[in-house]
């Protein structure tokens, strides 16, 4: 079951992330999906870091940390995909 939470989390995640961000991103679906993912990862480290790891409730500070992890490498993710396999698609 873990598994499967992981993809619906980076799922949602990939896909708030594209409605955040201005513009059109060119990434397919199951890319977005291992991004959001890599977020939730990310933004779960942070949050431990920050000391915010479990709070009584919702940990809206640790999915805070989640989101925005997740549009820094959504953004980033996108950008380097139009780069390398993006032009590649564009040409054909």
Do not use: C
């Not at 999906?33 to 479990?54: P, Y």
Request: glycine fraction near 12%.
């Amino acid at each position: 079951m873990g598994w499967l939470w992981a993809i619906i989390v980076g799922f949602v995640l990939g896909l708030i992330a594209k409605a955040i961000i201005p513009g059109k991103q060119h990434s397919p679906l199951w890319l977005t999906t291992i991004f959001g993912m890599l977020g939730a990862i990310v933004g779960n480290a942070i949050a431990r870091a920050v000391g915010v790891e479990s709070t009584p409730g919702i940990d809206w500070s640790r999915h805070v940390f989640q989101l925005v992890a997740a549009i820094v490498i959504v953004a980033l993710g996108d950008m380097l995909y139009m780069a390398t396999l993006g032009k590649r698609k564009q040409r054909a």
